[in-house]
């Protein structure tokens, strides 16, 4: 009797191709925003056949979010101990190179995570973070290793974050020097000196719209945007949850009316701190500050905008989209007349590999905001750039 043809042409690794596949979907759609019906399209099989690998979508995911920080520790694991820090950061930055489709899971969707699955993955990214923080230690005797070390991550996990074409190997090589730029820096000595940044406040709530979207906010970036309910916001208020129909038709126009009044404040900061000075050093120091100061005075804002984007119908993100590539256009200008070595995609690419400092040390530091820690992290974020 012949053998099953169905089993004989299913592949062995077949749950390894299910979880390579939902990676980048979970990273790019957002986990509830993901289905899986999509990702068993990505691999050519039924929806049927993934649950017979897979019980539920949430399984699925928690084994991709663990199999993104194993492949960390896998790599700063296979380099020997007495191994220079160099050689460490770039075993970190190749992994994240070659996986930045999936980089955003961690980064942003592993708050989906339950509470326990969450502890076992920051665990294991912690033994990431211990090892190259010990090589910063070696190396620089800073006594903020530790911040250094997670910054400079941050430098390195930042290709996540974008959409940069650039080849594999150049974006090694870019970001292994933005993360050695950050690792170098001492943020105990805040080289960069005290910077005065005059930041727009954030508008007062004074019409009943307002203050639903001041309310919003908070429990957006505390439980994710796709757990908060309308009641949940009405009741924030002092509404009924049909009072909150009247000024915005569902929940996801209170998103969109957040990312708007996120990149609506930074432009504003941005184009103060850029028209006050000529010298493209300067001017990135400034925006580096202004930066990290608007990221500390709006923490939830901030959060909701850069975690939740990515869940936003195409049309609706677009705008959204255009208002970050005329900032990091800014960046870029600047960074390019400062280091005329550089070509336009290396320049974006270390943008953001400042931008992903910000979020890691902001994190690190549980954005307790204080002059001492802005100035921190703005040295850091200038250490990425590869300035001095």
């Given at each position: 009797?012949?053998?099953?043809?169905?089993?004989?042409?299913?592949?062995?690794?077949?749950?390894?191709?299910?979880?390579?596949?939902?990676?980048?979907?979970?990273?790019?759609?957002?986990?509830?925003?993901?289905?899986?019906?999509?990702?068993?399209?990505?691999?050519?099989?039924?929806?049927?056949?993934?649950?017979?690998?897979?019980?539920?979508?949430?399984?699925?995911?928690?084994?991709?979010?663990?199999?993104?920080?194993?492949?960390?520790?896998?790599?700063?694991?296979?380099?020997?101990?007495?191994?220079?820090?160099?050689?460490?950061?770039?075993?970190?930055?190749?992994?994240?190179?070659?996986?930045?489709?999936?980089?955003?899971?961690?980064?942003?969707?592993?708050?989906?995570?339950?509470?326990?699955?969450?502890?076992?993955?920051?665990?294991?990214?912690?033994?990431?973070?211990?090892?190259?923080?010990?090589?910063?230690?070696?190396?620089?005797?800073?006594?903020?290793?530790?911040?250094?070390?997670?910054?400079?991550?941050?430098?390195?996990?930042?290709?996540?974050?974008?959409?940069?074409?650039?080849?594999?190997?150049?974006?090694?090589?870019?970001?292994?020097?933005?993360?050695?730029?950050?690792?170098?820096?001492?943020?105990?000595?805040?080289?960069?000196?005290?910077?005065?940044?005059?930041?727009?406040?954030?508008?007062?709530?004074r019409t009943r719209r307002?203050?639903?979207?001041?309310?919003?906010?908070?429990?957006?970036?505390?439980?994710?945007?796709?757990?908060?309910?309308?009641?949940?916001?009405?009741?924030?208020?002092?509404?009924?949850?049909?009072?909150?129909?009247?000024?915005?038709?569902?929940?996801?126009?209170?998103?969109?009316?957040?990312?708007?009044?996120?990149?609506?404040?930074?432009?504003?900061?941005?184009?103060?701190?850029?028209?006050?000075?000529?010298?493209?050093?300067?001017?990135?120091?400034?925006?580096?500050?202004?930066?990290?100061?608007?990221?500390?005075?709006?923490?939830?804002?901030?959060?909701?905008?850069?975690?939740?984007?990515?869940?936003?119908?195409?049309?609706?993100?677009?705008?959204?989209?255009?208002?970050?590539?005329?900032?990091?256009?800014?960046?870029?200008?600047?960074?390019?007349?400062?280091?005329?070595?550089?070509?336009?995609?290396?320049?974006?690419?270390?943008?953001?590999?400042?931008?992903?400092?910000?979020?890691?040390?902001?994190?690190?530091?549980?954005?307790?905001?204080?002059?001492e820690q802005r100035s921190?992290?703005?040295a850091l974020v200038i250490?990425?750039?590869?300035?001095?």
């Open positions: 009797m012949s053998a099953d043809p169905v089993a004989e042409t299913r592949p062995r690794n077949r749950r390894q191709l299910i979880v390579e596949a939902a990676g980048p979907v979970f990273s790019e759609r957002g986990y509830h925003a993901a289905s899986m019906g999509e990702i068993a399209a990505e691999v050519g099989i039924s929806a049927a056949a993934l649950y017979r690998h897979f019980p539920n979508k949430y399984a699925l995911f928690a084994e991709c979010a663990t199999i993104t920080v194993n492949r960390l520790v896998e790599a700063v694991d296979g380099v020997p101990p007495e191994a220079g820090l160099p050689e460490l950061l770039h075993a970190v930055t190749r992994v994240a190179v070659a996986h930045r489709a999936e980089g955003g899971l961690y980064r942003w969707e592993a708050r989906y995570l339950d509470r326990e699955d969450r502890r076992l993955l920051r665990a294991e990214f912690a033994r990431v973070v211990g090892r190259v923080t010990e090589a910063v230690r070696r190396e620089h005797a800073t006594p903020l290793a530790e911040l250094s070390a997670v910054s400079a991550l941050g430098a390195i996990g930042s290709i996540s974050m974008h959409r940069v074409s650039i080849a594999q190997r150049r974006a090694e090589d870019v970001l292994l020097s933005s993360a050695l730029g950050v690792a170098a820096t001492d943020p105990a000595e805040r080289t960069c000196g005290p910077r005065s940044v005059e930041l727009p406040a954030r508008p007062e709530p307002a203050e639903i979207l001041a309310a919003a906010v908070p429990l957006f970036a505390r439980d994710g945007f796709a757990k908060v309910t309308n009641g949940q916001i009405a009741e924030a208020v002092g509404l009924v949850p049909s009072a909150i129909y009247r000024h915005y038709p569902t929940k996801m126009d209170i998103l969109v009316a957040a990312c708007l009044q996120a990149a609506e404040l930074l432009a504003q900061a941005v184009g103060r701190s850029v028209d006050a000075t000529a010298d493209p050093h300067e001017a990135l120091a400034t925006l580096a500050a202004t930066y990290v100061a608007y990221s500390f005075e709006h923490t939830a804002l901030t959060g909701v905008a850069e975690a939740e984007v990515i869940g936003l119908p195409h049309e609706l993100r677009e705008p959204l989209v255009r208002a970050q590539r005329d900032h990091i256009a800014v960046w870029e200008r600047q960074l390019l007349l400062a280091r005329s070595e550089l070509d336009p995609r290396q320049a974006r690419v270390l943008v953001h590999a400042g931008f992903g400092v910000v979020v890691e040390a902001g994190r690190a530091v549980h954005w307790r905001d204080t002059p921190s992290v703005t250490g990425a750039l590869g300035l001095t």
